[in-house]
């Protein structure tokens, strides 16, 4: 385990350079036969289908901020504004995202120089932590549209697969939910393996417990919604408040969480091993999001405010300098992370939630490569 003070200027292009874009392959197939848990159900917007862009093909509905709009911000790195606490943000072909807010159980797609469009809206339990937490794309999204969510509903959290017009299907229940604890994420390993990270719940005897789904990162099979799925097998246990859960081009697993005496960076090997943690921070500065690429990973600080990028050796996942930080405090608490094609760090701002909103929170933002913004020093 290695733990050390940040850098704080990026410095190497070639720890930028090693980041690249995660991409989803497979043919994972669904039953979409099941009732829904929701009451009211889900709204989709019949003119805002969830589909990929083409670059070839912008969306010419949306219309783009003029400098008197309120929600106009100058930034040039700042993708999308005026948003509600944020959630999962996952990158869609061509240029644009799906950004989801926490309470209010929205999904976005938000693109530069375009108003954001509302895709989906759940019903979900917005209280304390609790909401639609993380979105996770199908593999094989482009035929199916199909989105897998983490969300918080009065009796539990849980893991539902959507699909436009459609109302959410089951595919994890009876996660425990509590006065807070209740973050969770997605992220798939394979086409048929999605990994769940789980919070303790508040409750941290609940993530020791064999019997309590709480505080674990679970593999669920079963994606389809089957009445009775077998039990999701634990991957790893003793989570305290989850942050993320990303996978390297090698297969990696790496976590995110925070616990009571520190925030960790966790590497799960390709053959199912855990070893020590890869990263430690003692200050506990809130780590949440993670983006992995082949030779780093990038971790989102929410109450540190940065973007932390650990340089890995790709062989063993050995984390080998102290982490550099980008964007420090320059959008305020970032709760995301994902990168592009080009390896661009995008993310979203979580300031309506304990932070020091500006007019133009909460944002998504491709976070500048350097201090001083533009390319890599």
């Known amino acids: 385990m290695t733990t050390g003070e940040p850098r704080r200027t990026l410095g190497r292009v070639a720890m930028i350079g090693a980041i690249a874009a995660l991409t989803l392959t497979g043919c994972a197939r669904f039953d979409d ?3 829904s848990p929701f009451t ?37 790195n ?21 950004v989801a807010e926490r309470r209010t159980g929205r999904i976005l797609r938000v693109a530069p120089q375009q108003q954001p469009a509302e895709i989906a809206r759940i019903p979900v339990d917005g209280a304390t932590d609790g909401g639609l937490l993380d979105i996770a794309l199908s593999p094989t999204f482009d035929e199916d549209h199909l989105i897998y969510a983490y969300v918080t509903t009065p009796s539990d959290n849980r893991v ?9 299907k089951d595919v994890l229940t009876g996660i425990p939910r509590g006065a807070g604890g209740n973050a969770g994420a997605l992220a798939f390993a394979t086409p048929n393996e999605l990994m769940v990270l789980t919070g303790d719940a508040g409750d941290p005897a609940a993530a ?9 990162l679970l593999k669920v099979t079963s994606l389809t919604s089957n009445p009775n799925p077998p039990r999701p097998a634990v991957v790893l246990s003793g989570i305290g408040t989850a942050g993320d859960v990303c996978i ?14 520190e925030d960790r960076l966790q590497r799960v090997r390709a053959d199912g091993t855990v070893g020590a943690p890869a990263w430690t921070w003692p200050d506990k500065p809130g780590v949440a999001g993670c983006a992995a690429g082949p030779g780093a990973v990038a971790v989102a600080l929410t109450d540190g405010q940065a973007m932390a990028l650990l340089e890995i050796e790709r062989d063993t996942g050995t984390v080998t300098s102290a982490p550099a930080l980008l ?15 080009d390896g661009r760090i995008w993310s979203a701002t979580v300031n309506k939630a304990g932070g020091q909103p500006v007019p133009t929170d909460d944002r998504v933002v491709k976070l500048p490569m350097s201090s001083g913004g533009g390319g890599p020093d």
Do not use: H, M
Request: hydrophobic share 40%; aromatic share 4%.
């Open 33 to 35: 036969a099941a009732s």
């Open 40 to 76: 009211p159900e889900p709204t989709f917007d019949p003119g805002a289908e969830v589909q990929p862009e083409s670059p070839a093909a912008p969306s010419s509905a949306a219309e783009p901020t003029i400098p008197d709009d309120p929600c106009f911000d100058p930034d040039p």
């Open 78 to 98: 700042v993708v999308a504004t005026c948003l509600d606490t944020t959630s999962g943000l996952v990158l869609l072909p061509g240029g644009s995202a799906l």
């Open 160 to 168: 539902v697969r959507i699909a436009p017009g459609d109302i959410p």
């Open 208 to 216: 020791t417990d064999p019997g309590s789904l709480a505080g674990k």
């Open 248 to 261: 390297d081009p090698r297969g990696a697993i790496w976590v995110t969480d925070r616990t009571a005496v």
């Open 327 to 341: 964007a420090e405090n320059a959008y305020g608490r970032l709760g995301a992370a994902a990168i592009d094609a």
